[in-house]
């Protein structure tokens, strides 16, 4: 009996979800071997490379956005995905086929005679890097997985590296400080590529500085070498290094979004000076038209339901800040769960005080946190509290007894949205990716 196309793409997910039983391993070696054997396809187009502690989906998306409204063809590779494998890789802001996964699993597959099995990670990053040569993409934009300087994606060779902010993150893998954790961002500096970050702390931009000096690259920094301003209308100026840019407007909604806006107008005037295509109706178009789902999402009105990933403490406090400041006078529920690498208690000490009750959860994830281990740090701040250890059952509770007034935030972690969203899809209130969702705006 002949496997369906379907049942190709099922086992090849398999296989590859079978590789996270080798955990994380930071290296090129591996990637490397397997992008040799297939001809080194991350050298046929341009790319841009970001990393970062947060922002870096929100950036990336932005950037693959204007590209095309430029008239380029454009891949995005991101991680993690929300509701399938093949949200990682897009092309023109579409996420690729499964017969385009199937075809990239087996051209990896038989390409990965190197020293260990590779990572999920590896494996994917590989799958990508083929599939936009495959497809002859003009430009790549590549969003790290983990740190930088030994991440797979730091196989490539761009024409403007980003890193957006730093903050303390997977202290495991990248160093218990902020110096540390900037060294392994600082990675992805490749010899005379030009660099823009959004840091902030002194330590981090002086690791940044002194990387990007002693490999002859040029580095803009938010707030000395390009500023914004915002306007009361919801636009923005962009005020570049040779360059002012009024009017503009970032597409996803939230205040943060404009820093990171900015970022990406750094990394445009810059690519733009040897790219005549990349001129100012199609960066405005293309900033505007951004979508990236998860973040600060509406997928309801009545009641008002949001989804945004808020996975780490300073997402947390973004998040936080806008419920206090947007929604002030609304009954917000809570549904949360956090990975167990989070630190969790200032995640909650950040969003608890802000929602009149909460509804603890679970996504279906090795790493994730039991609900039991949450309660005592949200009973701090929540009389009004429940565990549902099921995200979709969370979901539909915390939906279902919202008033009409009322708001339901659900976040925490990507991979509880990305199980939202599903329920959401199925329910038909979650719109497909690439359609641009509701926007916060309007509330």
Known sequence: MTMSDNDRYIECLQNMYGLRRFGIKLGLSVISGILSALGNPQNAFRCIHVAGTNGKGSIASALATILHACGYKVGLYTSPHLV????????????????????????????????????????????????????????????????GRLDATNIIK??????????????????????????????????????ITGVKQKTAWSVIRDTAEKSGSPVFRLGDDFK??????????????????????????????????????????????????????????????NYWPGRLEVVSTSPLIILDGAHNLNAARTLSKFLSSRLPDRKVTLVIGILDDKPYRAMLRALAPVCARAVLTQPKIDRAL??????????????????????????????????????????????????????FEKAGLSRPWGEPPNQMNAT
Not at 158 to 173: F, G, K, Q
Not at 259 to 277: D, I
Not at 371 to 384: A, F, I, M, T
Request: charged share 25%; proline share 5%; hydrophobic share 40%.
């Open 84 to 147: 399938r494998f093949n949200e990682r890789i897009c092309i023109d802001n579409t996420p690729i086929g499964d017969e385009d996964v199937v075809e990239c699993c087996k051209a990896v597959r038989a390409a990965r005679n190197t020293e260990r099995e590779p990572t999920f990670f590896e494996y994917s990053t590989a799958m990508a890097l083929y599939e936009f040569a495959r497809r002859r993409v003009d430009w790549a934009v590549i969003e790290t997985g983990m740190g």
């Open 158 to 195: 761009p024409c403007v590296s980003i890193i957006t902010n730093i903050s303390l993150e997977h202290r495991m893998y990248l160093g218990d400080t902020i110096a540390q954790i900037a060294a392994e961002k600082a990675g992805i500096i490749k010899q005379g590529c030009p660099v």
């Open 228 to 289: 914004f301003r915002r306007s009361r209308n919801g636009t923005f100026t962009y005020f570049g290094m040779h360059t002012t840019w009024p009017q503009m407007r970032a597409g996803l909604s939230g205040d943060h979004q404009i820093e990171n806006a900015a970022l990406v107008l750094a990394a445009c005037e810059v690519l733009s000076q040897n790219n005549p295509a990349i001129s100012l109706p199609h960066i405005k178009q293309g900033l505007e038209q």
């Open 370 to 423: 039991p609900p039991e281990r949450l309660l005592p740090h949200v009973k701090k701040w929540l009389s009004d509290v429940r565990i549902v250890p099921d995200v979709e059952d969370a979901v539909r509770q915390a939906a279902e007894s919202a008033g009409e007034g009322d708001a339901v935030c659900i976040a925490g972690s990507l991979y509880v949205v990305g199980e939202a969203r599903a329920y």
